[in-house]
């Protein structure tokens, strides 16, 4: 989990925060006007290279799916991006904070990740309106 402490970095460090490392290939899925620029333009910066849109169809690394309260099903869409994702790969669900218009009660996000069989581990604050949760892939041994 990110610590509580690392929520008041600024955009800068947003990448570092979300574990993007140079040379990853990072898909972005969800744009829309209200999406924070400068998270996007961080990540960018620091893998190097532009944000493959929705329709890539290419392996990547970290799915960045900005999600809303009104977008739909989120256990669907989560089924859905993890097509391409690597076998190490990991899906970030950056979400309007608590308050703002389209937040999402943490519960969901769970709830939509156990049913895609993913795991949810660390949250992370993205940017003033922005937060993010990190889930991944659950291995073979806890399938059980």
């Not at 570092?16 to 961080?42: C, H, S, Y």
């Not at 703002?100 to 604050?125: C, F, H, M, W, Y």
């Amino acid at each position: 989990m990110v610590a509580a402490g690392d929520a008041g970095k600024g955009e800068a460090d947003v990448a570092e925060r979300l574990d993007i490392e140079p040379e990853m290939v990072v898909q972005e899925i969800g744009w829309d006007e209200d999406v924070d620029d400068d998270v996007r333009a961080a990540i960018e910066e620091r893998c190097g290279s532009d944000l493959l849109d929705e329709d890539a169809d290419e392996v990547v690394d970290v799915v960045l799916l900005w999600w809303r309260e009104d977008d739909g099903d989120l256990t669907d869409t989560l089924l859905d991006v993890m097509t391409p994702l690597s076998d190490e790969g990991v899906i970030w669900v950056l979400t309007p904070k608590t308050g703002r218009d389209g937040s999402v009660d943490p519960a969901d996000i769970k709830e939509a990740a156990d049913t895609a069989n993913l795991a949810q581990t660390a949250n992370a604050a993205v940017s003033d309106g922005w937060k993010g949760t990190r889930l991944a892939l659950r291995s073979a041994k806890a399938k059980r």
